[in-house]
Every structure is written in structure tokens, then in C-alpha cells.
């Protein structure tokens, strides 16, 4: 079974652009989940989708954004950018009906930077 | 806010000897606890779960739960050079909220 995939895995941008993350999960994984990871903060969970739709988000601005197609394929938006959301962008997923008590299942990685 | 704490190391330990990973967490409420492993470069893979008080072994791993002091230990027995990495301590507030990361602890296995 394919693992979760990841596209593109490096990104240059600068700052004010804007940029699509791509998120494929393991066939029969329903939920996807990103996360922001820098040397400072850490992993951080940016939010959840389910079925198309949102369940969960964590506490970063409205420039990070996301959306899941019916296929389960998910991607992240990040408009305006700034120096500061240089990082490691992962998600991860699960078969989701209870997506934090499962294993979850990362993938590789968009590293971003940001100049 | 809630928040999972970790000494960010390095932690060196000789090859063989037991090296021994702490975490506490801040919502007493807390259910579900997980310990990630990362090698450098690479994405978190999952090591271990623990939702009960007390130990649960898998091979030369032993996470140790204790609610009461909300702390949750990883032990790594017989430690191999393969085991350097950064460990990631994760817990879970319920069974639908989000998982909140510690910041990793850097292991070092000194062969």
C-alpha cells in the first residue's frame, strides 16, 4: 500500500506570494491532517478535514487555509507570506473516525522557504 | 493553553544502556498519549500509544503513564545507534480534539 505523498517537497517563495500544498493520503484514509514544524515551535497542528469538511483547527491566522476534494487528496493555502512561515509543512493521516486516538500516518514533507 | 513539555536535550547515552525520555502535560483531562520518533531530515513515525496508568511494552520500548502526575515516560532498553533521533511526545486533550506536540527531545546513543 502507497504511503502518503506529498507535492512539490521544496517551495521557494517570497514574501507576499502565495502557495498550494498537496496532501495525497493512503488509499482508505479519510482525514488529513497539516502541520507547521520549525526548529522554535515545534510540530504545530494547523487543522483537520473529514468528508470535505473542516472538524478541527488550530490557532493560526486566516492566511492558512485548506480544502479536501472527495477523493481524499487535501491541500493548504497559504496567501501573503511572510518570512516567518518558513518551515517543514506535513500532513498526516488516518482512517479518521476518531483521527486523534489513531495511528497517524505522516508524510514526507514540504520544506518552504520564504525569503 | 495546553501544553506538553520535553527537555529538548541532547540526551547522549552509551550504546546498550537504558535511555530514558520525560514528558509532562499541562490538561489534567488529558486521554490519549503517544510517543514519535524522527530521525533527522525525515517525518514523525509513531513508536508507542498509551491510554492507561501504568506501563505498556512493545520489544526494547516501555511507555509509563501516571495520570495523577501527568507525566509520561519513553524507556529504551538496550540502545542501539539507530535509536538517535529526535522523540516526540504527543497527547491527545479527548477523542475528537486536536494533538498537541511537545518539542522533542534529541537522543544521542554514544556507540
Known amino acids: 500500500k502507497a504511503g502518503v505523498t506529498q507535492t512539490p517537497r521544496y517551495l521557494i517563495k517570497t514574501r507576499g506570494q502565495q502557495v498550494t500544498l498537496s496532501c495525497s493520503p493512503i488509499?482508505?484514509?479519510?482525514?488529513v491532517s497539516w502541520y507547521q514544524q520549525t526548529p522554535g515551535q515545534g510540530l504545530q497542528f494547523l487543522f483537520e478535514?473529514?468528508?470535505?469538511?473542516?472538524?478541527n483547527k488550530g490557532n493560526f491566522p486566516g492566511r492558512f487555509s485548506g480544502r479536501q476534494f472527495s477523493n481524499s487528496r487535501s491541500e493548504m493555502n497559504v496567501s501573503t507570506l511572510e518570512l516567518g512561515d518558513s518551515a517543514l509543512y506535513l500532513c498526516?493521516?488516518?482512517?479518521?473516525?476518531?483521527?486523534?486516538?489513531?495511528?497517524?500516518?505522516f508524510g514526507p514533507g514540504t520544506r518552504l522557504l520564504v525569503l | 493553553q495546553k501544553e506538553v513539555e520535553q527537555n529538548s536535550g541532547p540526551l547522549s547515552v552509551p550504546e546498550g544502556a537504558i535511555a530514558s525520555l520525560n514528558c509532562t502535560y499541562s490538561?489534567?483531562?488529558?486521554?490519549?498519549f503517544f510517543w514519535y520518533r524522527q530521525y533527522s531530515g525525515k517525518s514523525p513515525e509513531l513508536i508507542m500509544s498509551?491510554?492507561?496508568?501504568g506501563d505498556k511494552e512493545d520489544g526494547r520500548f516501555t511507555a509509563q503513564l501516571n495520570k495523577a502526575s501527568q507525566y509520561v515516560s519513553l524507556l529504551i532498553r538496550d540502545s542501539q545507534p539507530s535509536d538517535s533521533a529526535t522523540y516526540l511526545c504527543?497527547?491527545?486533550?479527548?477523542?475528537?480534539?486536536?494533538?498537541?506536540f511537545g518539542k522533542g527531545t534529541r537522543l544521542h546513543i554514544l556507540p
Open positions: 498526516a493521516t488516518t482512517p479518521g473516525t476518531s483521527p486523534f486516538q489513531e495511528t497517524q500516518y
Open positions: 488509499s482508505g484514509h479519510r482525514s
Open positions: 478535514y473529514f468528508s470535505e469538511t473542516q472538524r
Open positions: 490538561d489534567r483531562g488529558s486521554q490519549s
Open positions: 498509551i491510554y492507561s496508568n
Open positions: 504527543a497527547v491527545s486533550p479527548n477523542r475528537d480534539d486536536k494533538i498537541i
